[in-house]
Structures are given as C-alpha cells and as structure tokens.
C-alpha cells in the first residue's frame, strides 16, 4: 500500500434517519468494505460516520463535516433516505461547494440516470458494488484536473458527459471477494453499536454481521438485490470467513454473528467446511441468518451441523399464502413446499423467522388474509409482515412503471419503508392495507405461545425500547 503524498479526507456516511425508520442498527458493512478499499489505494484518511448509530440530526451532521473537513463524502442510500440524502448535500456544498458528493447503494443502483438527474448537487453516483471503482474515482479526484477525461474507465460509475448526457458505465462485479479484504472493523466500531439488530433479539453481545457470499440467481419479481450485487453467486473463501470471524471475537469482543447473505446456504459444501470450521477452533460464538435465506437450498443434515456450530436461528422469505401470489412473484415456491422445509429447520431444532409481503399487485383482501393465516399455521418463532415496495430496478416496479399503474414522479420515495403503505392493490385502499398489517401482527404475536417467547427472550432493558418503537412504527399511521 502506497501512501499518498496529498491524501484527500474522505468521509463516508450512512444518512440521518428518522427515529421511526431506525428499528434496526447493526454496521453498514459496505461503507466498511469502501473504507478497506480506499485504505488499500493510499488514501488513508477515511471516516465513517453513522448518523444512526450515533442518532445524528442535521445540525449535528453539519458541525461533523465542518469539523471533519472532508474532500469527498460518500453516501449509502436506500429509496426511504433520498429526502435526507437531498438535504445532506445541500448541507455540504453550502459549507463547502468543492467537497465532491458520491452516492451508490439500491437507489442510485435501481436508478441510475435519474439519481443524478434528480440531485444536481451530487457529483457523482455508482451503480452497483463500489470496491473496485470508487477508489479510481479518488485517485482521479485527486490529480484536480482532467476530472471528466476516462472517466468511462471506472467500473460502474454514474456521471454526467454533458449538461444533458448521464453515463452509467458498466458494472464489474468482482470474483475475488477475499482480496477486497475486511471492512474497516476499527472505523465500524461493532462493540458499541445498541442493541438492535435485524430481529431485535439476539443470544449473546455485542454482536457483528458479515457477509460471505454476494449475488442472486433467482428471479423474485419484489426483490433488488441482484442490481447492486448481480445474478452469479460469489463466494469468500471459508477460510477467510472464518479469519475475519476470529478477527471480530478476540479484537472487538464479539460473540455473536449474523450472517446477512441472501443465499449463504445454496452451496451445501460450502456451509458443511464453514461449521466443521468454526467448530474446530478454540472460542465459541452464536451465529445467525436474519436476512433471509432460500428455504429450498436446506435439509436436515446441513441444519443439524449449523445448530451444531452455534446457529440458532434462521429467517426465512415466504412471502405468501396463496401459490396464485408465489407464482406471480417469481418465488420458485409452493405452499407443500414450504411447510415441509419449516418443519425440517424445526425439526433441527433452530428457531425459525418468517418473512411475508402483504398487497403484493394483483392481491386481494383474501389473499391477504389467506397469508396471515398461514404464517400462524407454520408453528414459526417470530413474523415481519412488510406492506408491498416497488423497489427501483425490480422486475416488478419496472411493470408498475409500464403499465401507468404508478408514476414515479409521484412515488413518495421516503415511504419506501416497510411500515408505511406507499403502494396498495386496486381493489384494496392503502388504509385498508394498513390496517391489514396491524392486524397480521395482532394476531400472529398475541398468542399465548408467541407471546411467552418473546417475554422470554428479552435481555436488556434497551431491547424493550426498540421494540417499542416497532409497535408503534407498525401501528401508528
């Protein structure tokens, strides 16, 4: 690693965030993999700042940049954040308009051109995964001149030709996920962030979440993953995995981990050496699944050796209880299919968490109710019943969009949250759906099983304040 001789400040930051839409606060790994990834090309001088973390509103993330100084701030941005996200800059170019803006995550992945159509005070954005072309950017960034000569070289990158002409390059997604290295663990900071992670209970603190595998080969019409991280599945080396897991538990004191792969368990091998791995060593950690994995990639034996090795739960993405609705999304699942798959995790002893997606297009009221019905019959631990988001680069917001069913000039985009009701199906009003969600949780949490499981998982006193704000993220409105 070169050092740079006139390094730039770089400063990246996951936005401020209203209290109602931080229900989860767990490290924003892929600022930590930019970080890593700068830090690598010589420009040494990073911060992250996590405006959740640290319940930052906008005076205080005006005096951080003004202290800080940066050259270049960098945004994560989901489609709920794109309010914050235009005030942000609007705080940064006034303190300084030379500190050049950078966006990338789902939003500017999902849309591209119109990202930076829409902010004229970002300068530049990324479709996609940024280890490779970000640091390019600053290299070029840092020459201070020539800055739009081969810019079309940078993998990925959103920029503007002309005052009319937005280019997206193209993305490169790369093979190599052991040499993009660790997230910047010392900037994230694990050990001290609150207790709330996806799902809220946890079994042991603090508690990190890793990545090991990147990409989607399903074709799940809701879902926008595979436009940041593509279709092919890439994989860490086990090995690797297993370092930055030691790393985490004798660095920072970490004795939990959740593994926030979409399909950490499609290669069977893979997550066979992973437990054996992780068994063999000499410290002990819990680990879990909270972001859902395919329930059709797992059997018995591979369930078993997880709970083994210290998995003690999983989420899993159901969606639906109706197959007319698991057909129309593309889920590759049927109703026979997943109960069998629910017993067998169940079977094995691990905790089971369930996903369902309420107004999906097309659904009916009884549809609906069809669902909620079925996520009580399936003997589950713990449900999330989200309203339906067009997602930005989904198969089916790209259909919505077709069809004039939405516009997106008149999408809310700071309701893009899944408690809110930015969409709902022509034979159901958004109200109705709302209370539709309100009920789906009424009735899944309040039976007397569910409801003893979570009493008895309640550890900490700030667990109780954050599910608090949950209730009455789901409830109010």
């Known amino acids: 690693m070169k050092k740079l001789k006139k390094p730039l400040k770089v400063l990246l930051v996951r936005p401020v965030t209203p209290k109602e839409k931080a229900l989860s606060i767990s490290p924003p790994i892929g600022l930590g993999y930019l970080a890593t990834a700068s830090r690598k090309a010589g420009f040494l001088d990073v911060e992250i700042l996590d405006c959740i973390k640290k319940n930052i509103d906008f005076d205080e993330f005006s005096k951080k940049v003004e202290l800080i100084s940066p050259d270049v701030v960098g945004f994560q941005i989901f489609s709920h954040d794109l309010q914050s996200f235009e005030k942000s800059l609007e705080i940064i170019k006034k303190i300084n308009p030379k500190i050049v803006t950078v966006a990338g995550g789902p939003h500017p992945s999902g849309l591209p051109e119109e990202t930076l159509r829409n902010f004229p005070k970002l300068d530049f954005a990324f479709k996609g995964e940024g280890e490779i072309g970000f640091p390019l950017l600053l290299k070029k960034i840092n020459k201070k001149k020539d800055l ?15 005052l009319n002409e937005v280019v997206v390059n193209q993305q490169i997604f790369p093979e190599d996920l052991d040499g993009l290295g660790f997230p910047s663990w010392d900037l994230l900071k694990p050990q001290e962030y609150p207790q709330a992670p996806m799902g809220i209970f946890f079994k042991n603190l603090p508690i990190a979440s890793i990545m090991a595998t990147r990409g989607c080969p ?16 890439r994989t860490r080396g086990v090995d690797n995995v297993i370092s930055e897991i030691e790393l985490l538990y004798r660095k920072y004191g970490i004795r939990e981990i959740h593994i926030y792969d979409d399909n950490f368990t499609m290669n069977k091998k893979y997550v066979r050496e992973f437990c054996e791995k992780l068994l063999s060593k000499d410290f002990k950690v819990s680990w879990c699944c909270p972001n859902g994995i395919r329930l059709d990639t797992l059997d018995l034996e591979i369930l078993r050796l997880m709970k083994k090795s210290g998995c003690y739960y999983i989420s899993v993405g159901i969606e639906s209880g109706s197959n007319k609705t698991l057909t129309r999304m593309k889920k590759g699942l049927s109703i026979k299919v997943i109960k069998r ?14 996903f369902f997606i309420l107004g999906y297009p097309g659904e009916t009221e009884k549809d609906i109710k069809k669902t909620i019905r079925f996520a009580k019959s399936l003997g589950l631990k713990r449900a999330a019943f989200s309203n339906f988001l067009p997602l930005p680069g989904t198969e089916i917001y790209k259909n919505l969009i077709r069809s004039g069913e939405i516009k997106e000039e008149e999408i809310n985009w700071e309701m893009l949250f899944h408690t809110d009701v930015p969409y709902s199906p022509s034979s159901i009003s958004k109200k109705r759906l709302k209370n539709l969600q309100r009920r789906a949780y009424i009735e899944f949490n309040l039976r007397p099983e569910v409801l003893f499981n979570i009493l008895k ?8 304040k954050f599910l608090f704000r949950r209730f009455i993220s789901v409830f109010s409105g």
């Open 457 to 464: 998982e309640i550890k900490t006193l700030e667990q109780v």
């Open 148 to 162: 739009k000569n081969s810019l079309e070289k940078i993998p990925g990158l959103i920029w503007r030709k002309n």
């Open 218 to 233: 399903f074709e799940c019409t809701y879902c926008a993953g595979k436009t940041v991280t593509g279709r092919k599945i």
């Open 341 to 354: 798959q629910v017993n067998l995790i169940k079977k094995a002893g691990l905790g089971v968490n369930g």
